[in-house]
C-alpha cells in the first residue's frame, strides 16, 4: 500500500492527535479514580464504530453493533450511580 501525496498530511495530522489525545489522557489520569479511567479506556475501545458509523457513513457489522451496545450497557450506569449523595 502506497500513501499518496495528498494523504500525507491527512496522516500526519491524524499521527499527532492520536499522539496529543493519548498525552491528554496520561495527564488526566492521575485526576480520575481508577474505575473511571478503566471506564474511559473501555470505551475508547468500544467507540470507533460508531465514529466510523456517523462520519463516514459506513455500516458496521451487526455483530459489532450489539457488542457496542452491550458495552454501553455496561458502562452507562456508572455515571448515574456516582451522581447519587454518598456513592462517589
Known sequence: MTVSVEE???????GMASAAGLALFTLGARLLPAVETALIVFLDVS??????????????????????????????????????????
Open 8 to 14: 500525507l498530511p491527512l496522516l500526519a495530522f491524524f
Open 47 to 88: 467507540l470507533p464504530p460508531l465514529w466510523v458509523w456517523l462520519f463516514f457513513a459506513e455500516t458496521p457489522d451487526p455483530v459489532t453493533m450489539a457488542g457496542g451496545l452491550i458495552d454501553f450497557a455496561a458502562v452507562a450506569p456508572h455515571p448515574a450511580r456516582s451522581a447519587r449523595p454518598g456513592h462517589g
